[in-house]
T-cell receptor
Framework: GESVGLHLPTLSVQEGDNSIINCAYSNSASDYFIWYKQESGKGPQFIIDIRSNMDKRQGQRVTVLLNKTVKHLSLQIAATQPGDSAVYFCAEKYTGNQFYFGTGTSLTVIP | DSGVTQTPKHLITATGQRVTLRCSPRSGDLSVYWYQQSLDQGLQFLIQYYNGEERAKGNILERFSAQQFPDLHSELNLSSLELGDSALYFC??????????????FGPGTRLTVL
């Protein structure tokens, strides 16, 4: 079956540095991607999305890059803050509105 | 706050029992999705309802069932519970099928513990 995977299960960064979280997807027909943030004890929170007809999308301190050639997605967080510590999931959509999620990357921000 | 509510927050029960989890979608959303998240696992899609009708089915066990009511709230029923059913159960809602992306917004989840 199709899978959404993450390159690194954990990531530690110094406060103020930039963070990059990567995600590989396997279905070239996926046309929409979302990054979610999940803090301990809470539900996933929408961060940013990107359609397959785009390469890059910027939000507030976050940027998502999509490389369809190698089926790779990344989330960049600028000036990482302690409040950014969480698990980050990428999700891809390719069948109706059904999403497939990766297992997540745990980001720890070191003060 | 996503606008999606789930009750209860925590549920502790015994093997063989049956429980019902409840979800109220965001105002205006017609689609409801149920997910299971086990320890160290990603979100596993269980089932989707749109305006009262089942829309898509994922890895949902036969012991599990769901429905969406006319007021659009949804319930997930888990029966003959096993230890392995212990997990976080999330509900998400979206506006509904339409052209283009239809972002899902998640509730806070129900933590189920089966003893």
């Amino acid at each position: 079956g199709e899978s959404v995977g993450l390159h690194l299960p954990t990531l530690s960064v110094q406060e103020g540095d930039n963070s990059i979280i990567n995600c590989a997807y396997s279905n070239s027909a996926s046309d929409y991607f979302i990054w979610y943030k999940q803090e301990s004890g809470k539900g996933p929170q929408f961060i940013i999305d990107i359609r397959s007809n785009m390469d890059k999308r910027q939000g507030q301190r976050v940027t998502v890059l999509l490389n369809k050639t190698v089926k790779h997605l990344s989330l960049q967080i600028a000036a990482t803050q302690p409040g950014d510590s969480a698990v980050y999931f990428c999700a891809e959509k390719y069948t109706g509105n059904q999403f497939y999620f990766g297992t997540g990357t745990s980001l720890t921000v070191i003060p | 706050d996503s606008g999606v509510t789930q009750t209860p927050k925590h549920l502790i029960t015994a093997t063989g029992q049956r429980v019902t989890l409840r979800c109220s979608p965001r105002s205006g959303d017609l689609s409801v999705y149920w997910y299971q998240q086990s320890l160290d696992q990603g979100l596993q899609f269980l089932i989707q309802y749109y305006n009262g009708e089942e829309r898509a089915k994922g890895n949902i066990l036969e012991r599990f069932s769901a429905q969406q009511f006319p007021d659009l709230h949804s319930e997930l029923n888990l029966s003959s519970l096993e230890l392995g059913d212990s997990a976080l159960y999330f509900c998400a809602s979206s506006v509904g099928p339409r052209t283009g992306p239809d972002t899902q917004y998640f509730g806070p989840g129900t933590r189920l513990t089966v003893l």
